[in-house]
């Protein structure tokens, strides 16, 4: 395994994605796992995670962006397998709860807060944006940075749906992890208001850092390829400067086939693909999950196109994939792909890429400058 690894993990429709540092810690950020869509969260955590000291597998850190169903699916079902030491929490009061996992999702906190009660400030942490590195890992190797929120939401009044879940994205959680020249922004379902306040808060300084700290290799897409990254609704003008200040050689979007909501949407796939060129954005629909590894002379590589076998490893059984998922929050809306065996067909595969795969564009051509150069493997 290299030094620094991040893992987008295909796990339809929503997000999950694992990082390990240097210093062997697990870091999960966000939870779905629903039968029958991508693979199973939990066999690949069972394959690839270290034993924890009460014999469990050991996650260092559970990370979760914003409760919303599709960033939360399973999380009960996950603490009580797997040892969490540490949690890295949203900051939204309970009047913009509108999740069918919520119920679990408290449940957590609860019970994480019970079995740390006398150093609680130790294992649960609530992030917010600074203009410092958040925290370290691996004697300061491996570095992050919190862009939002900015800290805690508690509306004074109750919200209708809609309104709830704009004021949960535009609040929720940023990260940007760096390691040896090469860095990942991981947004969860980040809004436009959410980038505008955070471009604004690093705009025009000079004696501490700008706008620069913003530039990261690889993006994660927000909101599973949304528009709403960019605009408040299909015809406004596009936002842009967050996305020219990231300046992302590579864009991995966390979508599942068959999005009710139609993501990702063609215009922001559009956004994005005269961002980093047609051939660097990635839909998880199609190229599966995808492994970004870094070895510890910085060496950097993003391996994509390894959906067959990780389908083959760690796909559903026959028998969990007749369970059904709470999945309400949006987003979802999504047909099972075909099963045999334990892994996703060929076929199927084949028609998940046909429904995701846009038409062919030329690919914009400009020139990137980039502190450390990604080498692009394929599986197989």
């Given amino acids: ?30 939870v ?29 850190i559970l990370v979760i962006t914003h409760a919303h169903d599709d960033h939360i699916t399973g999380i009960g079902d996950l603490y009580d ?69 900015p800290g805690f939401i508690d509306p004074e009044e109750e919200l209708d749906e809609d309104e709830a879940k704009r004021v949960v994205h535009e609040n929720c959680m940023v990260l940007k992890f760096s390691y040896k020249g090469c860095a990942i922004m991981l947004t969860g379902d980040s ?22 700290v913003l530039q990261c290799q690889v993006l994660h897409a927000s909101h599973h390829g949304s528009r709403t990254f960019v605009k408040d609704s299909k015809n406004d003008d596009a936002y842009r400067e967050a996305l020219d200040l990231i300046d992302p050689e590579f864009v991995l979007i966390s979508v599942g086939p068959d999005s009710k909501h139609d993501h990702p949407h063609d215009d922001m796939l559009k956004i ?7 051939d660097n954005v990635l839909q998880s629909c199609a190229s599966g999950t995808v492994r970004l590894e870094i070895d510890e002379s910085g060496e950097v590589r993003l391996v994509d196109n390894e959906g067959e076998r ?26 099972k792909a075909a099963i045999v065996g334990g892994a996703v067909t ?34 197989g």
């Avoid at 969260?41 to 009460?54: A, C, I, N, S, T």
């Avoid at 955070?198 to 850092?209: H, K």
């Avoid at 083959?312 to 999945?327: I, L, M, P, T």
């Avoid at 595969?349 to 690919?363: E, F, I, Q, V, W």
């Fill in 346 to 379: 060929a076929g199927a595969l084949a028609a998940r890429k046909a429904r995701s795969t846009p038409p062919a564009r030329p690919a914009p051509g400009h020139e990137k400058t980039k502190q450390q150069p990604l080498r692009r493997e394929r599986y």
């Fill in 1 to 30: 395994m290299a030094a620094f690894e991040a893992t987008f993990i295909d796990v339809g429709h929503g997000d999950a994605t694992l990082i390990k540092t240097p210093d062997d810690r697990y870091i999960l950020i966000d």
């Fill in 81 to 149: 397998r797997y040892q969490v030491i540490e949690l890295w929490w949203p900051q939204h009061g309970k009047k913009l709860a509108i999740a069918g996992n919520y119920e679990q999702f408290e449940r957590v906190e609860e019970e994480h807060r019970a079995a740390h009660e006398d150093d609680i400030d130790e294992y649960l942490k609530y992030p917010q944006g600074s203009r410092s590195h958040w925290t370290t890992f691996a004697d300061d190797e491996v570095t992050v940075r919190c862009f939002s929120p």
């Fill in 310 to 335: 990780y389908a083959e490893d760690y796909g559903w059984d026959d028998a969990d994939d007749d369970k059904d998922a709470d999945d309400d929050d949006g987003g979802g809306g999504l047909r």
């Fill in 272 to 278: 994005y693909e005269d961002q980093a060129g047609e």
């Fill in 191 to 212: 809004n436009k208001d959410c980038w505008e306040r955070i471009v604004s808060y690093y705009e025009g300084r000079t004696e501490e850092e700008g706008t620069e």
């Fill in 32 to 60: 779905r796992r629903c039968p029958g869509e991508g693979i199973d969260l939990f066999k690949f955590l069972d394959d690839v995670l270290l034993e924890g000291d009460d014999g469990r597998k050991r996650i260092d």
